[in-house]
């Protein structure tokens, strides 16, 4: 006997490209593995029961979710943050749930004419039940059945209860540790929206430290690109620290031996940087800099491209106890 095969789950975060562009790409690794069978329209079921026609469209290795995208996110008044969870179903059959900024599952909207309509017929069709069994068994036993109610709400139509998604500890270990890896994805996404980058190895070191990161890069308004970098103990003892990958590969060239960096006084240090395979590290002169800027852990380092030739870069200082430099 064939075993039925689990359903594909990936999500998405809502950024504001999102909503300019009105299409949210499906995953690369999704698209390797389901390209042959995704047809031109897809349907999204969400809880409420309504079913979304919504076009794909292709460009090459890549995919997305278009036509017909925009009515469904103005419908469910999705922002930026949101946080889409998808189950594919086969054949361009996909299942959604939707979670706010507060990562709640919202709770979703009903169509009332058509859930009045639907209570009429039901209400209709006991009716009709109760005449018959009052047919057969006689008024008698009519009184002792269960009372009916007009304006009683189907089962299949009450409100869905709202579902948190808990951030802080939870009871089942496997559920704390995909909740953080979906609010890693989600800040990374929010802080690339921005064109700012931090290490792809960077974990939240405590709920706290993840609240405020998420505060930070809700405020963070630069104009140029910048990478993050979240002090650890080993930053502060060692004497490299590694760039994000994303930063160096798109705005610094395999030629580049050294960038200056500049604090908010205008001091300046020239600190040499060197190539490993993907990975740009900081040596000589990142000692300096953190003796110099008095950086302990849990301080955080927002470094901005000011200028591309010289590679000049201005840091921002957020101290761990709040002030900034």
């Known amino acids: 006997m064939a075993m039925e095969e689990t359903p594909q789950h990936f999500f998405k975060v809502i950024l504001a490209s999102t909503l300019e562009e009105k299409k949210l790409r499906i995953p690369k690794k999704f698209v390797r593995k389901f390209r042959d069978e995704l047809s031109a329209f897809s349907t999204i079921t969400t ?12 460009d090459g290795g890549k995919i997305w979710f278009h036509h017909g995208l925009q009515d469904f996110i103005e419908y469910y008044s999705i922002c930026v943050g949101y946080f889409l969870v998808f189950k594919y179903e086969k054949r361009s059959k996909f299942h959604v749930i939707i979670l706010d900024t507060n990562n709640f599952e919202i709770s979703y909207p009903y169509n009332f004419e058509e859930l009045k309509r639907e209570e009429n017929l039901i209400h209709h069709d006991e ?24 304006h009683e709400m189907p089962r299949s139509c009450k409100m869905k209860e709202r579902v948190q998604v808990k951030t802080d500890t ?24 921005k064109r700012i980058f931090i290490s792809r190895n960077y974990k939240f070191s405590s709920s706290k430290e993840r609240d405020r990161l998420f505060t930070l890069a809700g405020s963070l308004k630069l104009i140029n690109p910048s990478f993050m970098i979240v002090l650890c103990q080993s930053h502060i003892k060692s004497h490299t620290v590694y760039l994000p990958a994303k930063f160096t590969n798109r705005y610094l060239t395999r030629d580049a031996k050294r ?14 940087i060197s190539w490993k395979k993907s990975a740009c590290n900081v040596l000589r002169g990142w000692t300096k800099f953190v003796k110099y800027m008095k950086l302990k852990a849990g301080d955080i380092c927002v470094f901005e491209l000011i ?12 101290k761990k106890s709040g002030k900034v430099i």
Request: aromatic residues 4%.
């Open 170 to 193: 939870v009871d089942n270990g496997e559920d704390e540790h995909l909740t953080q890896i979906s609010d890693l994805h989600k800040l990374k996404a929010l802080l690339e929206d």
């Open 259 to 272: 960038i200056k960096v500049r604090a908010s006084n205008g001091r300046e240090w020239l600190v040499r």
């Open 307 to 318: 200028r591309s030739e010289d590679l000049l870069l201005e840091v921002s200082v957020f």
């Open 127 to 150: 009716i009709e039940k109760d005449e018959d069994y009052r047919n057969q068994k006689g008024s008698a036993n009519l009184d002792s059945s269960r009372p009916r109610h007009e």
């Open 47 to 58: 809880p409420d029961g309504r079913v979304w026609q919504v076009g794909l469209s292709k």
